[in-house]
């Protein structure tokens, strides 16, 4: 990506990523009962992430990523399959749904189940997909 | 309900999750691989086990109860497809050990390997065809991945047709979906066979028209007759351990779906679509085999022999009594186990001479005459002789078209039969009996360097894949009757209905 | 309405279908990216369209108020576009490698398995 960014894009990024981060979990937890989930979550923090490349370049935007996209996919990937897992220790269909609401406190109470742990899973495996693919394709636009 | 249901689907889906996770260690990697498909054999095992004794299994995902939620089922032919799943993912996965060039495993091939497997063991038990058209979307992906790995010019070519040829028949398997939706108003199995009998007589049209439409997808699928032009462009093009779990079950998925809408689910018009069936049977196996003759390249003959085998199976089903969906069911049995082998005979091959050619090839009976009897176990079973399990297969298709007074279609059989012959031992002529040509054992294949010189990780494979074969054809009885219990549920699917949805007072 | 979204349906098919009977490996692409758009849309006209509230459950109820539209096409459609999401992101990629390999944008210059 030798394309020079405009000032403008390139201030804003900075900014624009946190801000989409946070966005993207918001939209994570809010999933389940209302609009909002996993992949919609990924789609848009994968976005956040490939406007940071468009802004700056590519080791930036690695950098931003802190982990490899590919540990992304695996991590994401085993989350969500070892989400179907406990309802099958308690004798139930594999994925049924379980909840434990717990109190917290300043939260008020808060319910951890094994459906936000697939989501969670399924918002890392859209993030990494997206982003290999993305990196890859702009890695291969920068050697030609 | 059993937890044996479920692991075939989730043992493979878990151990690519692993293995993706430890995408930085090949020996992380390499050991998921064994273990995962190992233990995926042992799953199906107990599950075809359980099945056999306790009759139809049913798990409602996530207690949602059918027909609203998604359900997988197994009855003996899901059972049977599964477990031919695992001996295929076993074997290709130990024959992996040696033949798969580290740059592959870097580029993901064991994940990609046991997603493929989760996707066709989730088509195989899966009761709801909008989960089986995400099930066959999984597999796509991998297969797509897997195709160009490796990323040479000619794999490239192959996974254009490849790819456009499969998007295409999901389209259409996706658009039969949604009208189907439109007529019946649910999607799962059992409950669309019972409801397509209550489809008033103004939308009989529309059925026809969403059953061909299915036909066609899956004819795709399954490499049949006018529709098979991208498998022989594609097969011979990948790693032989991916060709080889390729031709053992990816058009065999195809296969079994024909087989379970076509005797469960669209069984009334069954003048219009297993007229086409019938056509459609023959002509690809006239077409495959004809097409084999021409060709002096090992996997491309390999290849067209797939196409020809499927008219095989296509027939049993088109033929439509009895008999045939037993000879169906025990050909597609026989049939992915001897095929997969023989794509693993042709890496041998090559490990050896280095090139697929027949035309360079030769004189191997005399250098290797083990390996001689390892390919002559596979390649006559085949082409149907006896003791082995292809010449049961094929009788019990020819006796049920006699029964069914088929003329035609008995005599095109015999004929396939015949040229199969042909093909197999053009194949030994010219591979392993003719003198070697000049300097051709000087061709050998570099081993990668981390597999050292030992050929024992080759042989393994092959040589349990040829046992196999031989026991199918020793014990035919027992086998036999297995393929009669999963005909009788096809055909009386009432126990099927009964066991998804709950009995009817 | 339905007859509108019919037409609308098969356009796109068909366009689909000449996209990807021309030689270009590009517009074979965008030709696999409107069928499966038609196919989507498809699904959404056959399942039936009714003009209702979205099918969401008020806070404290347990079923939703009155008519709501079905749930399930929209379900459907939902999985079968991130399906083709993915497929076509790897088709796209596909044919970027098969450029830098073949150098040709040209199908009829990729002859070589078909021999």
Same mark, same amino acid.
């Given at each position: ?144 | ?28 990697? #390499? ?20 099945? =056999? ?10 207690? =949602? ?18 477990? *031919? ?66 990323? $040479? ?45 209550? %489809? ?165 009976? #005399? ?92 042989? *393994? ?8 074969? %031989? ?16 005909? $009788?549920?096809?055909?009386?699917? %009432? ?11 | ?115």
């Amino acid at each position: 990506m030798k394309i020079e960014s405009s000032i403008i894009l390139r201030a804003a990024g900075h900014f624009l990523l946190p801000l989409l981060i946070i966005f993207s979990i918001f939209l994570l937890l809010r999933g389940h009962n209302e609009p909002g989930g996993g992949f919609i979550a990924g789609l848009v923090a994968a976005a956040a992430i490939a406007l940071y490349l468009f802004s700056m370049d590519i080791q930036a935007a690695r950098k931003a990523l802190y982990v490899d996209p590919r540990d992304l996919i695996g991590g994401g990937l085993v989350l969500a399959v070892l989400s179907g897992i406990p309802a099958a220790l308690q004798g139930k269909a594999f994925f049924t749904s379980l909840w434990w609401p717990v109190e917290l406190p300043l939260l008020g109470e808060v319910k951890f189940s094994t459906p936000l742990i697939f989501d969670i899973g399924v918002y890392l495996v859209v993030i990494g997909s997206v982003l290999t693919i993305v990196l890859n394709l702009a890695e291969a636009e920068e050697k030609s | 309900m059993s937890v044996s249901l479920a692991l075939p689907v989730l043992i493979p889906l878990l151990a690519g999750a692993l293995s993706l996770a430890f995408w930085r260690s090949h020996l992380a990697q #390499r050991w998921i691989g064994v273990i995962g498909t190992g233990a995926l054999l042992w799953s199906s095992i107990v599950l075809l086990k359980v099945t =056999w004794q306790d009759g139809i299994q049913v798990m409602h995902m996530g207690s =949602w109860a059918a027909p609203f939620g998604i359900v997988l089922v197994s009855d003996l032919l899901g059972a049977i497809m599964v477990l *031919l799943t695992g001996i295929t993912g076993f074997a290709t996965a130990l024959y992996s050990l040696v033949s798969i060039p580290r740059e592959h495993e870097k580029f993901g091939y064991y994940p990609l390997l046991h997603l493929l497997l989760a996707g066709v063991a989730g088509a195989f038990l899966t009761g709801d065809i909008f989960n089986l058209y995400v099930w066959f979307e999984v597999m796509l992906v991998a297969s797509f991945a897997l195709i160009i790995l490796g990323g $040479e010019r000619a794999q490239m070519e192959g996974a254009i047709k490849y790819v456009t040829l499969n998007l295409f028949s999901s389209a259409l398997f996706l658009s039969a979906i949604g009208l189907l939706y439109g007529v019946t108003g649910t999607l799962n199995m059992a409950d669309v066979a019972q409801k397509l009998s209550q %489809v008033p007589e103004a939308e009989q049209g529309l059925v026809s028209v969403i059953s061909i439409l299915f036909l066609v997808a899956f004819a795709i699928k399954a490499a049949a007759f006018p529709l098979f032009f991208w498998l022989p462009a594609s097969y011979h093009t990948p790693q032989v351990a991916v060709s080889a779990i390729f031709a053992g079950l990816l058009t065999k998925v195809g296969v079994y779906v024909l087989f379970r809408f076509y005797t469960m689910i669209f069984a009334d018009d069954t003048e219009l679509t297993h007229t086409i069936l019938l056509w459609m049977g023959m002509l690809t196996m006239l077409t495959g085999v004809l097409g084999a003759a021409a060709q002096y390249e090992f996997r491309r003959i390999l290849s067209f022999h797939i196409i020809s085998q499927i008219g095989y199976m296509i027939l049993g089903l088109a033929i439509f009594t009895p008999l045939a969906i037993v000879g169906g069911v025990f050909y597609i049995m026989h049939h992915i186990i001897v095929k997969a082998n023989l794509f693993l005979v042709s890496g041998l091959v090559y490990r050896l001479r280095g090139t697929y050619e027949l035309k360079e090839l030769g004189g191997l009976y #005399r250098s290797h005459p083990w390996l001689g009897l390892w390919f002559l176990i596979p390649a006559l079973s085949l082409a149907g002789l006896p003791p082995l399990s292809g010449f049961f297969a094929k009788f019990v298709i020819i006796r049920a078209g006699v029964e069914a007074g088929e003329w035609l279609a008995v005599a095109v059989a015999l004929i396939v039969g015949l040229l199969t012959l042909y093909s197999m031992i053009k194949i030994w002529n010219e591979v392993f009996w003719k003198a070697a040509p000049e300097g051709c054992e000087q061709r050998e294949a570099p081993p990668y360097t981390h597999q050292g010189n030992s050929l024992v990780m080759y042989y *393994l494979p092959i040589i349990g894949l040829a046992l196999m074969t %031989v026991l199918i054809g020793v014990a035919a009885q027992p086998i036999y009757e297995l393929a009669e219990a999963a005909a $009788e549920q096809l055909l009386n699917p %009432v126990g099927y209905i009964e066991a998804v949805l709950g009995a009817k007072p | 309405m339905e007859s509108l979204m019919a037409i609308v349906v098969g356009i796109l098919y068909a366009t689909a279908l000449y996209m990807m009977l021309r030689r270009s490996i590009i517009k074979l692409v965008i030709g696999l990216i409107l069928l499966s758009n038609a196919a989507n849309l498809l699904i959404f006209t056959a399942g039936g369209m009714t003009p209702a509230a979205p099918p969401l459950v008020p806070e404290g109820m347990l079923q939703p108020e009155g008519l709501v539209a079905d749930p399930l096409t929209q379900a459907l459609i939902l999985t079968a576009i991130v399906i083709s999401f993915g497929v076509l992101a790897f088709a796209v990629v596909l044919i970027h490698r098969a450029y830098e390999v073949v150098k040709q944008d040209d199908m009829d210059m990729m002859k070589d398995t078909d021999r």
